[in-house]
């Protein structure tokens, strides 16, 4: 494939798909990446063991068995997002909890902004029957839907993500060239960093009492969200383990 100013924020761009079922979709994922500059394929809990090399992954990926052969495969969300800034989820459903919701044409503008910063980021696709679960959901930075049709917004996966693909090329192709860093990205905590903080918390609170690990109610997923609307930076991510530090202490 020809050079172009793009290519330089290909390897920031991971396209995560978590426990798919079908080995076709893996394949068609890969040639929809392949066809728009882009090849940093994530799987995350796949239906099974090293279905990237399945029959029919490989007939259909059709010439991007490159991109393939060098996915990652994960055993947790988390491990596949780790030193990303923005991390959007794509989901057409409505959440009670979770990260603040946003639009497409939203979600492009921090996407780009973000890689223009030197930053990485990720997109990420669920299930292809069931979509993002709120557990996964809530590693995202932000749940980001489609402008389909409101009456039908089904897409098939491999579907959505060549949509994606194509807007986040555009918009890359439209204005490739680096504007002035984002030095407030930079000091964001990645939801990895987050997501394990909230694990500390939730430890922490059990200990005192506040927690009912037999009765949780909402309480983590409403932390959750709450911390997912705050954007918490690094030095914060310190700060409220810190505190969880002392709860455990008290134990």
Not at 39 to 62: I, K, N, Q, Y
Not at 182 to 194: C, I, K, M, R, Y
Not at 207 to 214: C, F, N, R, S, W
Request: charged letters at 20%; hydrophobic letters at 45%; one cysteine or more.
């Amino acid at each position: 494939m020809a050079q172009t100013p793009f290519t330089q924020y290909s390897d920031q761009v991971r396209w995560i798909m978590v426990e798919t079922s079908h080995a076709g979709n893996i394949g068609s994922a890969a040639r929809a990446l392949k066809t728009m500059g882009f090849d940093a394929l994530h799987l995350v809990r796949p239906r099974e063991l090293a279905m990237h090399t399945h029959p029919d992954a490989m007939a259909l990926a059709s010439g991007a068995s490159d991109v393939l052969a060098q996915s990652n495969t994960h055993d947790m969300l988390s491990s596949s997002i780790q030193g990303c800034a923005v991390v959007l989820g794509l989901t057409s459903r409505d959440r009670e909890f979770g990260p603040p919701p946003l639009s497409w044409a939203d979600g492009l503008h921090l996407l780009t902004d973000a890689l223009q910063s030197k930053r990485s980021v990720a997109l990420v696709f669920g299930p292809e029957r069931t979509g993002l679960e709120n557990e996964d959901l809530a590693y995202c930075t932000h749940r980001v839907f489609l402008p389909a049709n409101p009456a039908y917004p089904s897409l098939n996966l491999a579907q959505a993500i060549m949509v994606c693909a194509f807007g986040l090329r555009q918009a890359l192709l439209k204005d490739p060239s680096p504007s002035v860093v984002n030095e407030e990205l930079s000091e964001l905590a990645d939801p990895a960093a987050v997501a394990a903080m909230l694990d500390h918390w939730q430890a922490g609170l059990e200990a005192i009492g506040y927690l009912d690990p037999k009765n949780p109610k909402k309480l983590m997923p409403r932390l959750q969200a709450l911390f997912a609307r705050t954007r918490l930076r690094k030095e914060e991510i310190d700060l409220l383990r810190g505190i969880a530090k002392q709860m455990l202490l008290r134990k």
